[in-house]
């Protein structure tokens, strides 16, 4: 009887330790942003595929623009390419720990301009968080995964309106 209320326990322990986990991670990155530690954002964030992500929504939103070529909505070739040869450069000059970490300072701006509206398990290894930041209709919306024993956020998807207005860029 003893050992079925230890395994049991064991199993509760370890359900409510993975269930925490991300949220411990969230936490972490929250704190690594507002305090500008720079070494924590690039342990806590896989930089190449966040710039990655955000370089496709871009040449999306570019690309899908009406009237780009003849009412068509699309590029040539050689426009889709510029696009994205803009987009990548700009996107890997802004996106950085660095820069995340001096953008957030309380200097730049006030600790209350965002809030995690949201966050939630996707599936057993992804974990999406939206957070709502003011003047924003919509959340930035990240989302976390679980590599080895690690969470990590892998990929970042910024509300229409700043990729527009480059409201990420410096």
Same mark, same amino acid.
């Given at each position: 009887?003893?050992? =079925? ?93 660095? =820069? ?71």
């Amino acid at each position: 009887m003893r050992a =079925k209320w230890t395994f049991i326990t064991a199993i509760a322990l370890a359900s409510v330790s993975y269930t925490a986990y991300p949220f411990v991670t969230v936490y972490q990155l929250r704190l690594a942003v507002r305090g500008g530690d720079t070494p924590t954002l690039a342990n806590l964030v896989d930089w190449a595929s966040v710039r990655e992500g955000i370089k496709e929504d871009i040449c999306d939103l570019v690309l899908e623009e009406p009237g780009d070529v003849a009412g068509k909505g699309q590029l040539p070739a050689f426009g889709a390419s510029f696009v994205r040869g803009v987009a990548g450069s700009s996107v890997d000059r802004e996106f950085t720990p660095e =820069k995340v970490a001096r953008m957030a300072q309380p200097e730049a701006k006030s600790n209350d301009d965002a809030s995690i509206s949201w966050a939630f398990f996707v599936s057993p290894a992804r974990f999406t968080i939206d957070v709502s930041i003011v003047g924003q209709a919509e959340p930035v919306r990240a989302e976390m995964e679980l590599a080895g024993l690690r969470w990590k956020v892998k990929r970042v998807w910024l509300p229409e309106t700043m990729l527009k207005q480059g409201h990420w860029a410096t």
